[in-house]
């Protein structure tokens, strides 16, 4: 998305475009993964040293109550932010905590017996296990590594 794009999506969620609002966005809209609040304010900082940690956190709560990023929360780790447009769930790996994107799929909505009164804005999945950079080895490789005494 260009610089004119980045301008008119903030407008039309009814945010202003802010310099640090901007940048925040753009990193987002550039960044392949999936980075923490903190990544992102050194991200920008590097490019607008006078952007403040604060003034990052706060437009990024507010890029996400817009619906424009979503935060994807990580159990006992920092949470990460996405800013990709296209509908999409996320796998997070357990043992090295990356966060992929994996193929939208509809989730079926609790029954309103369980919900109560509550009311759904939208059911995202959350996968986790291990990705393929952390699967073990299967036994069967590790047994052909045989050392033999002598």
Known sequence: ??????????????????????????????HAGHPTAAEIFEG???????SSRATTYNNLRDLVQAG????VAMEGRA???DAKGAQ????ICDKCGKVED??????????SESLGK???RECELIVRGLC???VPRRASQNSSRVVSAV
């Open 68 to 71: 424009l990023v979503r935060e």
């Open 79 to 81: 949470a990460r932010f």
């Open 1 to 30: 998305m260009d610089a004119q794009g980045i301008k008119q999506c903030l407008e039309d969620s009814g945010l202003r475009c802010t310099p640090q609002r901007y940048s925040v966005m753009s990193f987002l809209m550039e």
């Open 102 to 111: 994996i193929d939208w799929y509809t989730v079926p909505q609790p029954g």
């Open 118 to 120: 509550r009311i759904v």
């Open 132 to 134: 393929t950079k952390c």
């Open 88 to 91: 999409h769930h996320h796998f």
């Open 44 to 50: 920008v900082n590097r490019l607008d040293p006078r």
